[in-house]
């Protein structure tokens, strides 16, 4: 597929979308992320492709959203326009696993990106922050809400508050991001890690994806309960007993529904 802002290919069951604004340091505009919405569509209509990742370039996964574009904005405008925000839970309510794979800069609307996706995997050189305060605005699309459960109270106000930036190791010391790799290994390693996902069995992947996103949005009983249901319901899959015939016969299973 030809786009302007983004790459999008395949990469064997992995689907892969590359943010490149690079004048820009990938900032986001609506038309970047028209793109990438599309791209995210294609991937989840595809029975070829089992998780999907996004990333940008060595230097910035991407700035935040596109300060020129909507600094002369006015409430009408934001509000009306319901500028980049718009459409802004597509990630969320991508059923296929997304994983971020972010060297360089997170920023604003960059970490709420990452943020949004199921698993973010950052580069040694990997930055993480919210500096909306500098530019007079807030947070718009999921940072005060999703920092906070990542990585606790203190730690998001201190970063909503003071705008400092967070590095990797602090980030996976802090639960915000899953595996810190060698910044030139971190395609090929996020690439691996959603092959690995990708060779499951997709119905069981997509089960444990709505599984642990409960957790963020509802109460604990809620959530268990919601697992139990699943967890009974994955009884029903074919992938199931193939899964459990290969560990008892001792052979790698073979699933059917990937
Ligand atoms: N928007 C537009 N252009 C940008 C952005 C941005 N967010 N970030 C960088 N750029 C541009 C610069 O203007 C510059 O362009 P030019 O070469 O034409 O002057 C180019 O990218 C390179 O940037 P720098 O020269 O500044 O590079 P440095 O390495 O010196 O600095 C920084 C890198 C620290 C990342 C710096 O560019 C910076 O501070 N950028 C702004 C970061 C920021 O404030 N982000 C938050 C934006 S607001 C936001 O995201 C609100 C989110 C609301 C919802 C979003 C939904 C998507």
Redesign the pocket.
């Known amino acids: 597929m030809d786009y302007t802002n983004i790459v999008a290919e395949t990469r064997g069951r992995v689907g892969l979308i590359t943010l490149n604004r690079p004048?820009?340091?990938n900032?986001?505009?609506d038309q970047l992320?028209d793109e990438m919405w599309e791209a995210l569509d294609s991937f989840e209509a595809d029975e070829g492709i089992g998780a999907i990742v996004i990333t940008g370039s060595e230097?910035?996964f991407?700035?935040?959203?596109?300060?020129?574009?909507?600094a002369s904005f006015s409430h009408m405008d934001a509000y009306k326009g319901d500028?980049?925000?718009r459409n802004?839970e597509r990630v969320k309510t991508c059923r296929k696993p997304v994983i971020a794979a972010v060297a360089?800069?997170a920023?604003?609307?960059?970490?709420?990106?990452a943020m949004m996706c199921d698993m973010i995997i950052a580069a040694e050189n990997a930055?993480f922050?919210?500096?909306?305060i500098?530019?007079g605005?807030?947070?718009?699309?999921g940072?005060t809400q999703r920092l906070p459960r990542a990585i606790g109270k203190a730690k998001a106000m201190d970063m909503c508050l003071t705008?400092r930036?967070m590095d990797a190791a602090e980030a996976e010391r802090a639960g915000l991001v899953a595996r810190v790799v060698p910044t030139e290994r971190l395609l090929d390693d996020a690439l691996a890690i959603a092959t690995e996902i990708a060779s499951f069995s997709l119905p069981v992947v997509m089960m444990i994806k709505e599984s642990v996103n409960r957790a963020f949005e509802g109460s604990l009983n809620e959530g268990l309960l919601f697992e139990r249901r699943v967890f009974h319901a994955a009884f029903g899959l074919e992938d199931q007993k193939e899964g459990m015939a290969a560990f008892v016969e001792k052979r790698k299973p073979d699933f059917k529904h990937r």
């Open positions: 004048k820009a340091l900032a986001l505009n992320i230097k910035a991407a700035a935040g959203a596109d300060i020129g574009a909507m500028y980049i925000t802004w360089g800069f920023l604003g609307g960059g970490c709420e990106l930055k922050g919210q500096p909306e500098k530019l605005i807030l947070p718009g699309s940072g705008a930036m």
